[in-house]
């Protein structure tokens, strides 16, 4: 029941492109993302729900493929800021508990 | 602006010795929710409370128990510590009402955490 989240891992350069993917086996009523910096606390960028309404952060975007049970976050033009773990969490129905995925490690290097 | 608010930081115990570690959010938010966190698996929810005076299992409830003092805290206890408890332990609360759609997705916030090593 756990969502799958790839690349587990991504090395960029500053300005660099990337997409982080989270796939579920099981129909999605909504997915949050969140992103960790080392020995800190996650901290909320986006959720998407099912029929297409998104909310959260500005600089950052997100697309939601009920179709396929699959979230994708883009980060365009990274900064060294992007640099941390990100998290999806997947709701399968509208009750609150999140169910995460194991997370994907991004270094953005100058 | 405190937020949510985890006590203590740091902790050490021994196997067989009991803890239980505090959480209090000042956000007036209705649910609240335990986590722990290891290499490798992400964040596992262990307990989490939808309103006051209820609490339901999440992933991995075995070994622990909590209590929904109030609106504002929401405690996690080890009765009896195992090395395998050893894990950086999240607590979060968000504004969700599952019985008001409207006040539903609500983000979560989280707390800096507790980081417990059991000997």
């Known amino acids: 029941q756990q969502p799958v989240q790839s690349p587990q891992a991504v090395i960029l350069r500053e300005g660099e492109d990337a997409v982080i993917n989270c796939s579920s086996s099981?129909?999605?009523?909504?997915v949050h993302w969140y992103r960790q910096k080392h020995g800190e606390a996650p901290v909320f960028l986006m959720i998407?729900?099912?029929?297409?309404e998104q909310k959260g952060h500005d600089k950052i975007s997100a697309s939601f493929n009920e179709k396929k049970q699959q979230s994708s976050l883009y980060l365009t033009a990274s900064q060294l800021s992007y640099s941390g773990t990100y998290f999806c969490g997947t709701e399968y129905n509208q009750g609150g508990k999140l169910i995460f995925g194991q997370g994907t490690e991004l270094s953005v290097k100058p | 602006n405190a937020g949510v608010t985890q006590t203590p930081k740091f902790q050490v115990l021994k196997t067989g010795q009991s803890m239980t570690l505090q959480c209090a959010q000042d956000?007036?938010?209705?649910?609240m929710y335990w986590y722990r966190q290891d290499p490798g698996m992400g964040l596992r929810l262990i307990y989490y409370s939808a309103s006051e005076g209820t609490t339901d299992k999440g992933e991995v409830p075995n070994g622990y128990n909590v209590s929904r003092l109030n609106k504002r805290e929401f405690s996690l206890r080890l009765e009896s510590a195992a090395p395998s408890q050893t894990s950086v332990y999240f607590c979060?609360?968000?504004?969700?009402?599952?019985?008001?759609?409207?006040?539903?997705?609500?983000?979560?916030?989280f707390g800096d955490g507790t980081r417990l090593s059991i000997l």
């Open positions: 998407l729900l099912k029929g297409g």
């Open positions: 099981k129909a999605l009523y909504s």
């Open positions: 979060a609360s968000s504004a969700n009402d599952r019985d008001r759609w409207a006040r539903s997705n609500q983000p979560q916030h």
């Open positions: 956000m007036n938010h209705n649910s």
